[in-house]
């Protein structure tokens, strides 16, 4: 797995619903240069959110930290 790393800090960024982390998920990647994005139902661990999604250039998986907002982009490998 190879991973990006974006960083958003202001405690507005916060993600406390589904919804909010869709959106994050599929800001990240789109700021990260993605095209035809696809996220589908987020769930959330103990302290991550996690949005599995699809684009034309693989597959990804987008944890968010939910008090920060801070996204890492992991690129599944088939």
Do not use: C, F
Not at 15 to 22: D, L, Y
Not at 38 to 51: A, M
Not at 56 to 63: F, I, P, Y
């Amino acid at each position: 797995m190879t991973g990006k790393h974006t960083e958003r800090t202001a405690a507005e960024n916060r993600v406390t619903t589904k919804e909010a982390a869709g959106v994050t998920a599929y800001d990240a990647l789109a700021d990260a240069g993605y095209t035809s994005i696809v996220t589908t139902t987020p769930h959330q661990t103990r302290g991550t959110w996690i949005v599995p999604a699809t684009s034309t250039e693989g597959s990804w998986r987008v944890h968010i930290d939910p008090r920060t907002g801070s996204t890492r982009i992991v690129q599944v490998q088939s």
